[in-house]
């Protein structure tokens, strides 16, 4: 029988009584591991081999686990200093008794908390007594970390290796080991005689330009075969999500809008009927930007209508805030706090010029705001900006176009809460389910936009709007409770490689 080399040498590096670890037979093969490992399962494929795998323990001890094992554990010092004070007789006073163990620092702690749980003593009151029937010279725990500093790994018990790992005297690291043991048909094989064949695994550019390629054989492949798992670049959940968000809207209708991150206080706050003064508008929540730190253009007629919504309001009923208003402070740059300022521009008819009703526009992009880092927050996030643009809205419209879309991402448990926004009325929070904890999530903020805000853009039919989290989306789909995991330095990569987003 012809064989490729490898699969040859493994074969005759195997036994047929006692299972051989791979490492070991590599060596013997003169192979690298994992060529070996390959001809391996390509054996085992064919049922010349058996391969078995196991997982095996490593123990090393730590540096604090290393420093106990030449001088002593610190509840020994302290039972030692303890039965020298008298502690096996009377309570002692115990600060005599720490000052004379010698402990400091945090090794006092230390002492003081296995002291009690191995029962050398009580601590009580400020008090400790010793008792005299301990035996910490024969600590299981110390004599588990010398029999893994002498590699005599068999002697230790069990749980003190737990208790040892627990107190970070020691580190566990787990290997996966495969062995392999001729099988009937490998002896059979092997007797009738095996000879290595010239077949090549790899195709290499001297090959193809001498010619040589078209004579020799090639191995076969194996697509069964354990291989190294390679993870390659690809593209994050988060816009994984976006873009099936994106192709969802685009279904339902909608148009994409686009515009940018940096802009105007005026696209942002003003047209949204925000009083200047409103609290949400002070630099601790929206980013400002310090060069430039003025727009240079905004339509002057739109401008002043804006201003006099804010002064006087709107109709013949209008109240207005009668707060102050600038154009200085309209003309201010900060970081988008939120994309409404796109669904501004789109609506004044900025961007791309008037639009009739009905209109259907959407974003997902990412907005910025001051918050305090925690696992639902932080300092920038994707927003599902969106709004309808008809005759006669109502709030059965907004509850249907949720409904409708978050149902395609398997939510159907949503629930509207009353809410407030300056620019619509009225409003609604939305919330979801989160699938691991059972908590109320929230998800999104929408309304119907205010007289107040249409009425200077021009807009003379109904606008319903949203802003939705992507990131929010994304935990109620796929269960994860800190967004910390997805974004950042502290991410969860094997989450970010493993996580599938099904279109
Ligand atoms: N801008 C709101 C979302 C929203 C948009 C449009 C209308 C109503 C609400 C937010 O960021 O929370």
């Not at 302290?78 to 502690?87: C, K, N």
């Not at 601590?123 to 600590?139: F, L, R």
């Not at 725990?141 to 893994?148: I, N, S, T």
């Not at 259907?360 to 001051?370: L, W």
Request: with cysteine; hydrophobic share 40%.
């Amino acid at each position: 029988m012809k064989r490729p080399q490898a699969q040859v040498a493994v074969l005759q590096a195997a036994d047929s009584d006692e299972p051989r670890r791979i490492d070991e037979v590599a060596e013997a093969a003169d192979l690298k591991p994992e060529a070996a490992t390959r001809a391996a399962f390509e054996l085992e494929a064919d049922g010349l081999l058996a391969v078995t795998e196991e997982t095996v323990e490593h123990y090393a001890l730590t540096d604090e686990g290393t420093q106990y094992v030449f001088e002593s554990l610190p509840e020994q010092d302290l039972y030692e200093a303890a039965v020298d004070s008298g502690a096996d007789e009377e309570p002692v006073q115990m600060g005599q008794v720490i000052g004379a163990s010698g402990l400091e620092g945090p090794a006092v702690d230390i002492a003081l908390s296995n002291y009690a749980r191995k029962g050398y003593g009580a601590i009580d009151s400020g008090e400790i007594t010793a008792d005299p029937d301990a035996k910490p010279g024969s600590d299981p725990e110390m004599y588990a970390l010398e029999a893994v500093a002498d590699d005599r790994l068999d002697e230790a018990d069990a749980d003190a290796l737990d208790q040892l790992e627990r107190r970070g005297l020691l580190s566990v690291s787990e290997e996966t080991v495969r062995s392999v043991l001729l099988t009937d048909e490998g002896v059979a094989a092997l007797d009738a005689g095996v000879e290595a064949a010239e077949t090549v695994d790899q195709l290499t550019a001297e090959m193809l330009t001498s010619g040589e390629w078209a004579d020799v054989e090639f191995t076969e492949y194996n697509v069964e075969a354990d291989a190294e798992d390679v993870s390659h670049g690809k593209e994050h959940i988060l816009r994984q999500t976006a873009n099936r968000v994106k192709d969802t809207l685009v279904g339902m209708g909608f148009q994409e809008m686009q515009g940018p991150h940096v802009d105007a206080q005026f696209w942002i706050n003003d047209c949204l009927f925000m009083p200047q003064d409103h609290p949400a508008r002070t630099h601790w929540d929206q980013f400002a930007l310090e060069r430039p730190d003025e727009i240079k253009e905004l339509p002057a007629d739109l401008v002043e209508r804006v201003e006099s919504a804010h002064r006087e309001g709107v109709g013949p009923d209008g109240e207005g805030y009668h707060s102050p208003w600038a154009e200085d402070v309209a003309r201010g740059l900060d970081l988008r706090g939120h994309t409404t300022s796109l669904s501004m521009r789109y609506l004044s008819g900025e961007e791309i010029g008037e639009l009739e009703p009905p209109k259907r526009f959407f974003s997902v992009e990412k907005v910025y705001r001051n918050d305090t880092l925690d696992p639902t927050h932080l300092l920038e996030f994707f927003q599902i900006e969106g709004w309808v643009m008809a005759e006669d809205l109502s709030v059965r419209d907004l509850m249907g176009t949720f409904t409708e879309f978050y149902e395609q991402f398997g939510i159907t448990d949503l629930e509207f809460k009353p809410h407030y926004n300056p620019y619509t009325e009225p409003s609604f929070e939305l919330f979801g389910t989160h699938p691991e904890t059972g908590d109320v999530v929230e998800v999104g903020n929408s309304g119907i936009f205010r007289e107040e805000v249409l009425s200077p853009l021009g807009v003379d039919c109904d606008v319903m709007a949203w802003g939705l989290s992507l990131e929010r989306l994304l935990m109620l789909m796929y269960g994860f409770e800190d967004i910390r995991d997805v974004h950042g330095t502290l991410c969860d990569l094997e989450l970010l490689r493993t996580t599938e987003v099904l279109h």
